[in-house]
């Protein structure tokens, strides 16, 4: 249901990008999955706002939904929800999408990508967010369905600096768990 470990590896990335993070738009287009729910969550505790874009039947579910919603009055950010790509990446500060069919889903592949025919993020979509926007995924990409051909490789691209921040953040984090704090080290 979520993925944690990659939404906070970028918001690093976002972060070291773009300086801040309250007040920006991540814009995600595609399947309500475990990375758009843990993008909801973490764009609605920084401020961020979030569009998700979705075809019919594919959103993020509505328990996910309200308890982003909950978290976002604490912020401040604005949660949006439409099936229109063009309307989620318009004034974009990030456009984010994943891959259409997760691990576990192969034998939707293709009912998927009749579902998501319209929802490939490339450069005319792109072209809607801001000048400046950056592009995110996660990895590994379908190059021709979610993304279109060389599209990790543009200047906007950010999603080499997303999967190097993955690494170092979880080594952070396996770091912090496993190891005894400043104080336990201390009194021993």
């Known amino acids: 249901m979520e993925h944690p470990c990659q939404a906070l590896a970028d918001l690093l990335t976002i972060f070291e990008k773009k300086g801040r993070l309250a007040g920006l738009t991540l814009a995600f287009i595609g399947d309500g999955n475990n990375v758009a729910n843990s993008l909801l969550f973490a764009a ?19 328990e996910i939904l309200a308890r982003g919603r909950e978290l976002a009055t604490g912020s401040g950010s604005k949660i949006q929800l439409t099936s229109e790509p063009g309307e989620a990446a318009r004034n974009a500060d990030i456009v984010y999408t994943d891959v259409w069919t997760s691990m576990g889903q ?18 005319k979509l792109l072209s809607i967010a801001k000048k400046d926007a950056l592009f995110m995924h996660p990895l590994p990409a379908h190059h021709g369905e979610e993304i279109s051909a060389q599209l990790l490789d543009s200047p906007q691209s950010v999603v080499l600096d997303q999967a190097e921040n993955r690494l170092h953040l979880q080594k952070a984090l396996l770091a912090k768990i496993l190891l005894p704090s400043d104080s336990e080290a201390l009194s021993k």
């Open 44 to 62: 609605s505790l920084t401020g961020m706002n979030f569009c998700v874009a979705s075809p019919p039947g594919y959103e993020i579910k509505k």
């Open 106 to 123: 192969e034998a939707e592949a293709e009912k998927r990508r009749l579902a998501f025919s319209g929802y490939q993020v490339n450069a």
